[in-house]
């Protein structure tokens, strides 16, 4: 792809080739611009890393000016998955074009994402299998249960142990599925920790990524 366009924030290192990419995907009614706790920690240790944190698709429609990947207006068990099988192929369109562009091949890319772009990243490793090396989940589910795990992708979660918004137990429940059906997967549970991003989860993330490197 020669014409990439790209709406959010991207940092890229001040000198020298590009080695590791990270997509990193804000939650529902946020803004690129929440993630940067989490890409400062990282190029601590990645500074020849390019990354992108892209807006949200659409316009958030609980109203302000965040954006959304999928709506919630009246989500549900059984029309959350499909909801996000549509927002999908907009998601895979943007890392294709960005490895195309740094030249960075699909197990050096990282995706990840806080809530929302959680749910985003889990199920786009299921359904792009090896196109990106690694999946950083912060404080998201499954949409639903998957039926088959990536192989070629490592997913890790993280969640806060005091979650009131997205329960712990999603993770939970992802992790003994994901290694049920014979995938790669870690949990990252941090105690008295609600829904954010929370510096311990961002720590646990550099050093699960750290570990396989």
Known sequence: MTNFHFNGIERLPESGEIQQLFILMHGVGGSPANLMPLVNKLREV???????????????????????????????????YTRVENALPALHDLVVAAQARFKVNQQN???????QGAIMSLEYSVAHDGMVGSVLAFSGRS???PTKAPTMSTVHLFHGQDDRVMPVSHSLAAL??????HGHATLDIAPSVGHQMHPVLIDRALARLQAIN
Do not use: M
């Not at 944190?53 to 000016?65: A, K, Q, V």
């Open 176 to 181: 003994e599925r994901i290694e049920a059906l």
């Open 109 to 115: 890319t990282v995706l990840g994402g806080f809530s």
């Open 143 to 145: 949409a639903r249960l």
């Open 46 to 80: 990645y500074s020849a890393a390019a990354f992108l944190l892209p807006e949200g698709t659409d316009p958030f429609d609980g109203g302000g000016s965040g954006r959304q990947w999928f709506s919630i207006k009246e989500v549900t068990e059984e029309n959350r």
